[in-house]
């Protein structure tokens, strides 16, 4: 088997495409992530630059590789997506890498999109796969729909097509959007009546209720997070709540209604986490009862304030419901119940999906049961779909379903082609998405930008108490016009890509329907272990589109769900609550790490089977523990590809919070990969010091490059496999074949070592204890997050501590259920500090006595534990520093603390030479 050097082989402009990666983040016009929801996709400007640069062979000599490197840079941004000479450039140096015609490129896992529309864009044989349903369908929509009917829409005769020269695709899904918005709003407009001065309602705040638990008082509490509408600086408005004869009553207050009443601060509201405070009585609900009270359904939930606007006068206006506008939803209720029974009949189906949430048991969640730990609405009865809206959301979504499938038959009667009717519904399908991802009961209102939240802010199903039910013809953020609006931009953008459109096939990347070497390359970024659960967090929209277009794709729609079983994930460490040995004896079917890494193995031995002799993989990965990092090693050793270069991109954005909670990971590793003969078998002890020499020229790159903490040593991880990878399996002296999980040891203690010299700027590293080194590393690598109990282990292994010998009751090491922190100074107790010889815990004591200012007992200190004279001291104490965020507390006492060094260190001189003096 023969390759020829690709440039991404040899050089990539990792620090310029991760800032564009990272800057595409918060770019929203006609990006294909306003299509509709898709979890984890890949930049395109990554996806773009990375295809571009495995499939061009380096340059010879510097200059030429420096004009090369720019050229990626350029293509990588953004405003040129379509920028017809750069990619008209790409495309021939693409073609004549490949012989003179465009390589046949795959992705096996091609969710969202991205990979494969950048490579149809520069000019490839594009083929797209995906096991689920709903993942086909975006692809249908992105790669395939906008090339045939777009601007590029051939010769055909269309129906309605025929004769325009603009886009007929766009025309045509904004026709027949308008046309089931207008129906719609025909039959069911009445449940939204605008107020007697002619404005419009953007939709209505809700809260569900708990009854007191105390037996004097009994109130009804409304369930709320806090109680501001209008948190701006020029403006503000609040809800105040207040008792009448033991009821909680509302009244608005603030700018233009009454005044704020002092002592009221409507940052509290009547729930925090899942604890209830009663504002009648102040007695509480503890979060088990609370939970009761929802799994018993004797919940309910009150309208509290109805928010408008007025065509032509500024903002927003706000006001409490009346007895008629809970009439009027009443009356939605009866009509809902009416549709759905009339719809039944018809449809052959339930209208409204009464399809259970997905549990580890596969069955409907029950109080007491498993659950997964994205999908904590269901501990509150929330069980059902259908459960995740209320009653008037229903009667909307219900609607439009019916309208949208009426439309079809009318594009029948219009005699439009068959196939071009299915790709308009398609889209309408997608308008009702957007709808469903910000009208739910899971939305919530916010009171910083006066707009609404949509339901999958993060890749989970979280409970909400409060809720904000959107009018969808409000011309609000998130109504079917802008959802419209949003998609047709979309339509626009991807119908310029290419004149060619992809191959869209729907089974498992297990078992790829393609003859063997038949790929020149194939580019994909494979499920990363239990990192987002696909299958059923897109069941949220697959179980609406079975109803509305499910008869157009029956191929697509044959499971009451999207297909689970041949899913490549890892479901036990999801489960929440639970022993995970013992799940995964008792459960059956439930997908475990084994699971996983079998199944990806699978994956890239049909990808290895595909590929040409000559072809090249670049495979995505971004998962932050080692344990994922283990099952792709191991897949990858198995599957017979051999890792020729490893490149991590930061394809987060650049102004992204870091939680405290979790270790933020911003980088992608882009894998590169070959079908090349292995090396014979070799032996640890000489793999061992090729992979130092390899890691320590990568690793001082990669610093340079400006990766760090959890990044860098992911980074190290994919740098690592080109050294084990190559070959055919690598056994130690004693006849053990050595896998992942022993590299992954060696390759932190390698990175470990490096980074600790590197922070501390090239000294010191070896005059400092393992707790001190652990400690740094974790400042540096997690800052204040905690970390899960395994990932903790493994970065105290580098660092040759035992983490489950060491946390104690004074220890800075503090276990938290299955998570491991550190503790900050602030956190500890100077008693317990006192008479350790501890580098870190020296240190903290120092802090808290400068924070007292207690200097003569932080002197003494100094002087006695010889600290205070110590360069290695200071430069831990500057490093903890720089590795902290500017809001932290224990970065405040450092910077303090630090800034009078040299003052310090004349004081300690001058008190050991009065302590000698003494003696």
């Not at 050097?5 to 564009?20: A, H, N, Q, T, Y």
């Not at 707009?451 to 013809?473: C, I, N, S």
């Not at 990669?702 to 994919?718: K, M, P, T």
Request: proline share 5%.
């Amino acid at each position: 088997m023969t390759t020829d050097k690709r440039f991404i082989e040899e050089s990539f402009p990792v620090k310029e495409v991760g800032l564009e990666s990272a800057r595409e983040k918060s770019i929203r016009h006609g990006h294909i992530s306003t299509l509709h929801i898709w979890w984890a996709r890949r930049p395109l400007a990554s996806s773009r630059a990375t295809a571009y640069a495995a499939l061009v062979p380096p340059k010879k000599g510097e200059s030429e590789q420096k004009k090369q490197r720019d050229f990626i840079i350029e293509l990588s941004k953004w405003e040129n997506s379509n920028n017809h000479p750069l990619l008209e450039k790409a495309r021939e140096d693409i073609f004549k890498a490949n012989g003179g015609m465009p390589p046949k490129v795959l992705d096996p896992f091609g969710g969202g999109g991205s990979i494969p529309l950048e490579t149809l864009r520069l000019g490839c044989e594009t083929y797209s796969n995906d096991y689920n349903p709903v993942a086909v369908l975006i692809q249908k929509c992105t790669l395939e729909y906008p090339q045939k009917y777009g601007y590029q829409s051939h010769k055909d005769n269309w129906g309605e097509l025929s004769g325009r020269t603009t886009n007929p695709l766009i025309e045509d899904v904004k026709k027949w959007g308008n046309w089931v918005l207008q129906e719609t709003m025909n039959e069911i407009g009445k449940f939204y009546p605008p107020d007697p001065d002619g404005s419009v309602p953007i939709g209505y705040i809700w809260a569900r209720t708990a009854s007191c638990q105390n037996p004097s008082c009994g109130a009804e509490i409304p369930l709320l997070r806090q109680y501001w509408l209008c948190k701006k600086e020029q403006k503000q408005i609040a809800l105040f709540p207040f008792g009448v004869k033991g009821k909680i009553q509302f009244k608005i207050v603030g700018d233009g209604y009454e005044d704020i009443p002092d002592g009221f601060d409507p940052d509290q509201g009547t729930i925090s986490g899942a604890v209830v405070s009663c504002p009648i009585c102040g007695s509480t609900i503890d979060a088990k009862s609370n939970r009761k009270v929802f799994q018993n359904q004797t919940s309910q939930e009150r309208m509290l304030c109805i928010i408008s606007h007025k065509k032509g006068a500024p903002g927003r206006t706000y006001r409490l419901p009346t007895k008629k506008d809970l009439d009027i939803f009443k009356e939605s209720g009866l009509y809902l119940s009416k549709k759905e029974e009339e719809l039944r009949i018809k449809w052959g189906m339930e209208a409204v999906p009464d399809e259970p949430i997905h549990t580890p048991d596969h069955r409907e969640y029950q109080p007491g049961n498993l659950l997964y730990n994205f999908t904590p609405v269901v501990l509150y009865g929330l069980t059902k779909w259908r459960d995740l809206f209320n009653i008037r959301q229903k009667l909307a979504m219900v609607t439009f379903s019916e309208k949208i499938r009426e439309s079809f038959k009318l594009m029948e009667k219009n005699n439009l082609d068959p196939e071009y009717s299915k790709a308009i519904l398609t889209y309408l399908d997608f308008i009702l998405a957007r709808q469903l991802d910000y009208n739910s009961s899971l939305c919530v209102w916010v009171p910083v930008g006066e707009f609404v939240a949509h339901t999958f802010g993060r890749q989970a199903l979280p409970m909400v108490w409060d809720y904000f039910e959107l009018y969808p013809d409000s011309n609000a953020t998130g109504d079917w016009n802008s959802a419209m609006e949003w998609i047709l931009r979309v339509i626009e953008h991807t119908s310029s890509v290419s004149k060619e459109f992809a191959t869209i096939t729907q089974f498992s990347a297990t078992a790829l329907e393609y003859p063997e070497n038949h790929f020149d390359a194939i580019f994909t970024d494979p499920p990363y272990y239990d990192n987002v659960p696909y299958a059923d967090l897109s069941d949220f929209f697959y179980v609406w589109s079975k109803r509305v277009i499910g008869d157009q794709y029956p191929e697509l729609f044959s499971t009451p769900a999207t297909p689970k079983s041949n899913e490549i994930i890892a479901e036990l460490p999801l489960l929440r609550g639970l022993n995970k040995e013992k799940a995964s004896k008792n459960l059956s079917g439930i997908k475990t790490k084994e699971h996983f890494e079998s199944m990806l193995k699978r994956a890239f031995k049909e990808i290895f089977r595909v590929l040409k002799p000559n072809g090249i993989a670049i495979i995505v990965y971004a998962h932050k523990s080692t344990e994922g990092w283990e099952t792709l090693i191991n897949s990858l050793l198995d599957s017979g590809l051999i890792v020729s270069g490893a490149w991590p991109i930061n394809t987060e954005r650049a102004g992204r919070l870091r939680s405290h909670d979790s270790a933020a990971l911003a980088s992608s590793i882009y894998i590169v990969a070959r079908k090349m003969e292995r090396q014979p078998t070799g032996f640890y002890n000489n793999v061992k010091e090729e992979l130092k020499t390899h890691l320590n020229k990568k690793l001082e790159r990669l610093w340079h490059e400006g990766i760090s903490g959890a990044d860098f040593f992911i980074a190290a991880i994919g740098s690592a496999i080109e050294v084990f990878g190559k070959y055919e399996q690598v056994m130690d002296y004693e006849g053990n074949v050595v896998r992942a999980d022993r590299l992954l040891l060696d390759v932190r203690k390698i990175a470990t070592d490096y980074a600790v010299r590197q922070i501390l700027h090239n000294g010191f590293a070896g005059e400092i204890s393992d707790m001190a080194r652990l400690y740094v590393l974790w400042r540096w690598n997690y800052s204040e997050a905690r970390v899960p109990f395994d990932e903790a282990r493994k970065l105290g292994q580098s660092c040759g501590i035992d983490i489950s010998h060491e946390w104690s009751h004074t220890g800075f090491i503090k276990k938290d259920k299955e998570f491991v922190r550190l503790l900050g100074p602030q956190e500890r107790k100077l008693e317990d500090l006192e008479g350790s010889k501890d580098m870190i815990d020296v240190l903290h004591q120092v802090l808290l006595l400068w924070e007292r200012s207690k200097r003569d007992e932080m002197i003494k200190v100094l002087q006695q534990t010889g600290y205070g004279k110590s360069e290695a001291f200071y430069r831990v104490a500057q490093a903890i520093s720089e590795s902290l965020p500017n809001e932290s507390k224990e970065k405040k006492l450092l910077e303090g603390f630090t800034a009078g060094r040299e003052r310090l260190t004349e004081e300690v001189r001058r008190e050991g030479r009065q302590a000698r003096l003494d003696v």
